[in-house]
């Protein structure tokens, strides 16, 4: 009985809880992120270098059978037998999902920072108690008033 009440008293604190919770929205919020990506941001870049699908570009280091044409689909040219394939494009994509999470990440931590010095800024002083010497001295002035 008491492994399962050590195993309740961990899962219950707030640290799991709050973890358990930050998995969850960042989870959700790496979605959003890859959606932005693919749906707003390659579209616009893909539309500049002319390439409307950086998923399917590649390279072809090795084709023994020949078989390989240019406009073939990445799954289908790696399909092909013993041939080397350097796919570079889901890379790209995965590069910019990752600079804009973290630059996302950074606004976040920046508006939170910027929120956490106004609250201290805005928080009144706590009142100054007296310092050690003042303390001392009122001991000392007390002893010689009891002798």
């Known amino acids: 009985m008491g492994f399962l009440k050590e195993f309740k008293e961990f ?5 799991v809880m709050d973890l358990a ?3 969850i ?7 959003i992120v890859d959606s932005i990506v693919k749906d707003l941001v390659m579209p616009l870049i893909s ?11 590649y390279m ?3 084709d023994p059978t020949g ?7 990445l799954a289908d040219a790696r399909a092909v037998e013993n041939a080397v394939v350097f796919a570079y494009g889901n890379f790209i994509t995965v590069a910019i999902n990752f600079m804009l999470l973290a630059f996302a990440v950074f606004l976040l931590v920046k508006g ?3 929120l956490k010095r106004k609250e201290e800024a805005a928080a009144p002083e706590a009142p100054k108690g007296p310092t050690q010497e003042e303390l001392l ?8 008033k009891q002798q």
């Open 47 to 57: 539309a500049v270098i002319g390439s409307p699908d950086f998923t399917n570009m």
């Open 60 to 62: 072809v280091l090795k």
């Open 25 to 31: 929205i960042g989870g959700a919020f790496g979605k």
């Open 67 to 73: 078989s390989i044409n240019e406009g073939m689909a």
């Open 137 to 144: 001295s009122d001991i000392r002035d007390l002893l010689r």
């Open 21 to 23: 919770i930050g998995v």
């Open 112 to 114: 939170i920072n910027r």
């Open 11 to 15: 899962a219950v604190k707030g640290n």
